[in-house]
């Protein structure tokens, strides 16, 4: 369709990366275009332009492509990035800033980010002591809209990639739920499933603005995703 949202995925390897391809099978309503460092595993039947670079080569993809919304779920994981801070600032900080830069530049209005609950730039955990700075300086970039999602305990499947304590956690993810209220609510477990639906919806508002989003408002957002065209 020619007037689709021209869509670009940055962090297509991952939990949140992959569900948005599924849910964008069969879309005519959204184009979806892909940036990544190495090949990824895509859903059967999605239709997709996916260009591998390295990240410094990612703002002349951006220059060239032009997509008005980016949905960014670039992150590591603290095992990953070999329990070092420097290199897990490479990956969280550095190239998730780098990217909206290039996308500013180049013309894209709405940025969909994947944080976590609990981010802050003064938390005492250094993981979501990074989170919250990467907020921040998205903020300042001045988007003409900017989602900010923060979820819970993602439930979804990794491959190749669940830790003890993370498994533990899915487990008892039904039952923890229901006992955290208040400011614990926001730490619940949530599907990754719905979080790729509200990252798909919020990308399609035109409302200018910056919106941060906890797993509540991230349910919401996913039950506004329009139902596919050909159902």
Known sequence: ????????????T????????????????????????????????????YFVAEPSKWGEVLEAIRPK????????????????????????????????RAAKEFGVERFVAISSAGADPASKTFYLKVKGE?????????????????????????????????????????VANLLMHGKLRQYRGIKAETVAQAALSLSKRAARGRFVHDNDAIIRAARTLPQLVND
């Open 1 to 12: 369709m020619s007037d689709a949202l021209r869509l670009c995925l940055v962090g297509a």
């Open 14 to 49: 991952g939990l949140i990366g992959g569900e948005v391809m599924r849910e964008c099978v069969g879309r005519e309503d959204i184009r979806i275009q892909g940036i990544g460092r190495s090949e990824a595993k895509f859903p059967r039947g999605l239709r997709i332009e």
């Open 69 to 100: 919304a980016m949905i960014c779920s670039l992150g590591t994981t603290w095992k990953k990035a070999g329990e070092d801070e420097a290199a897990f600032r490479a990956v969280d900080e550095t190239i998730v800033l780098d990217t909206a």
């Open 134 to 174: 990467v907020e921040r300086e998205l903020t300042r970039m001045r988007f003409n809209r900017l989602d900010i999602l923060r979820p819970g305990l993602l439930l979804g499947n990794r491959e190749n990639d669940r830790r003890p304590g993370e498994r533990f956690g899915i487990a008892v993810a039904p």
